[in-house]
């Protein structure tokens, strides 16, 4: 009986370092980049997911004093996350939270960038950053 439990205390614990990401920092990941689309409305529109200690893509490519809308698609199951970039000449200076429990939630981050460059986003939640969880966007 106690063999039994302690091999389901055993699954239950690789299920959940797996779930958390803990097998794939973003660190270890090539650049992914994605080029904003524009709209008929003149709004470009991009969509970055959240997952375990990465971004998806982790670049983003936007053109100068356009509007983007900036979807973020939160993924993690265990760890709550954020979207945080605080160059203002990007256009963005927020951080945008997802909250407790943040899987499946989604976030609009609305910005027109002001000045070419490339601009660093990351998570600011513990040491998220650190393992890998952050990106850059170009202002074209």
């Not at 893509?57 to 945080?84: E, Q, Y």
Request: net charge positive; with cysteine; proline share 5%.
């Amino acid at each position: 009986m106690l063999r039994a439990r302690f091999r389901i205390l055993v699954s239950v614990v690789a299920l959940a370092a797996l779930a958390t990401g803990c097998g794939k920092p973003g660190a270890k990941l090539p650049v992914s980049e994605m080029t904003a689309r524009t709209d008929s409305d003149g709004v470009q529109r991009v969509s970055v997911d959240a997952h375990s200690f990465y971004f998806q893509p982790n670049r983003i490519v936007v053109n100068s004093g356009k509007p983007v809308d900036l979807t973020i698609h939160f993924k993690s199951w265990f760890a709550p996350h954020n979207f945080t970039c605080v160059d203002q000449d990007a256009g963005i200076s927020a951080s945008v939270d997802a909250g407790a429990f943040s899987f499946g939630k989604t976030r609009h981050v609305k910005f027109t960038p002001t000045k070419p460059g490339e601009y660093e986003f990351f998570c600011h939640v513990d040491g998220h950053a650190k393992k890998g969880m952050k990106g850059t966007i170009v202002v074209r």
